[in-house]
């Protein structure tokens, strides 16, 4: 594992696999988890790709925001900065996004630009095309939007600490991350790997990122992603509606849907085989031929 200092101080913990001079993938995780929540896509892939992950800014093995910062913009400069530490001058990398993922890198796209990416993978994310919950908050008040984020903050910090305390309630804890992450059918074991990195965020890092990303309107974004993108979206994902997925897809500038009949949220942990594939297919689509680096 390496590290990698971002725009203000915080370090970014970074594990990579695969040829030093093969193409470039860089792997953007979702709220409350870790690098460790690819699974074996990593390791499909690192066999002709060179395979970037990191954890996002407080949350696993990286550390806690210097100056408090976990809005969208802070998480997509800190995929800004590791692109800059891992893709050479002139080159490109495909990076792909599980759950919130996806509104970092339309977010880096809108903050940042998209230099250093020839294409990007959306798997199982919308893009973070949601606002505030439940309320019209670009149309609030200013005054009234501070109070409601505030109130969310303390909800948000009490219910992951609450989550701590009742860890032992295995049964409680996996019903609720299946509802939310999973299909009814999904392996025991695969519920359990996410709900231990969910309990494990830092309760800090989670409820600012939670109220970050439940702020912020991903699909107008999008149309500042203007690289090939392939999104990869399971018909039975709680998390992202159609309404949502229709709405990315219209704002992409170049978007191409992959949809898959009864799938949920977690697909790099579900059908990493197919995830690796695609991933796999887009980086052969979007870097240039007999440049393994995509310069």
Not at 188 to 196: K, P
């Amino acid at each position: 594992m390496t590290d990698v200092t971002s725009f203000d101080g915080t370090r970014l913990a970074l594990t990579t696999a695969g040829p030093a001079d093969a193409p470039i993938v860089v792997l953007v995780h979702g709220l409350g988890l870790s690098s460790d929540s690819w699974g074996q896509v990593p390791d499909l892939l690192a066999a002709e790709h060179r395979v970037v992950a990191y954890d996002l800014r407080g949350h696993a093995q990286s550390g806690d925001a210097r100056n408090g910062d976990y809005s969208m913009e802070a998480h997509a400069r800190d995929l800004d900065a590791v692109l800059r530490a891992v893709v050479p001058d002139g080159s490109a990398a495909v990076v792909v996004g599980n759950s919130l993922g996806g509104g970092i890198i339309v977010a880096r796209a809108h903050h940042c630009g998209t230099e250093r990416v020839a294409g990007a993978v959306f798997a199982g994310s919308g893009g973070s095309a949601v606002t505030f919950p439940g309320f019209p908050a670009r149309e609030l008040p200013a005054p009234v939007q501070a109070g409601l984020r505030l109130g969310w903050m303390k909800v948000l910090r009490t219910v992951v600490l609450v989550g701590k305390r009742i860890r032992s309630l295995e049964a409680v804890s996996d019903r609720l991350v299946r509802r939310f992450a999973f299909t009814s059918d999904a392996p025991r074991e695969t519920v359990a790997r996410v709900r231990e990195d969910f309990l494990n965020s830092r309760p800090r890092a989670l409820a600012r990122t939670t109220l970050a990303s439940v702020s912020h309107d991903g699909s107008r974004m999008a149309p500042d992603l203007a690289v090939p993108t392939l999104v990869i979206h399971g018909s039975a994902d709680p998390e992202v509606s159609e309404d949502e997925l229709r709405r990315l897809m219209g704002a992409l500038p170049d978007g191409e849907l992959l949809s898959l009949p009864g799938e949920g949220h977690m697909l790099p942990l579900t059908r990493p085989q197919l995830v690796a594939e695609q991933v796999a297919r887009w980086a052969a689509h979007v870097l240039p031929a007999g440049d393994p680096a995509g310069g």
